[in-house]
């Protein structure tokens, strides 16, 4: 899915990750909504941004730090960025 998404085939990385769920639900819900950012289906997106914020309140304070915990690649890092931006998840810098 990160392979797929990092070379922006959206459609792909957002069937793979419904389909097969690779992340614990929370980073399910994130990557989800970030990945539907990227070609801007924000109203898809709502329910994931929903239950991000519901799982963690102060998602977007510590989003960055988590994203980059997981992730060492920073261009993946930003495209996730630049998703959950587009969907309303606005990480703090």
Request: overall charge negative.
């Amino acid at each position: 899915m990160i392979d797929q998404f990092s070379r922006c085939d959206c459609e792909t990385a957002l069937a793979e990750t419904r389909a097969h769920r690779p992340f614990m639900s929370f980073w399910d819900d994130v990557i989800l909504a970030a990945v539907l950012g990227k070609p801007h289906r924000i109203g898809e997106a709502r329910s994931q941004v929903d239950r991000v914020i519901d799982h963690k309140p102060d998602f977007t304070g510590q989003a960055l730090e988590l994203i980059r915990r997981g992730l060492k690649v920073d261009a993946v890092v930003d495209d996730l960025i630049d998703g959950l931006r587009t969907v309303g998840l606005t990480p703090a810098p």
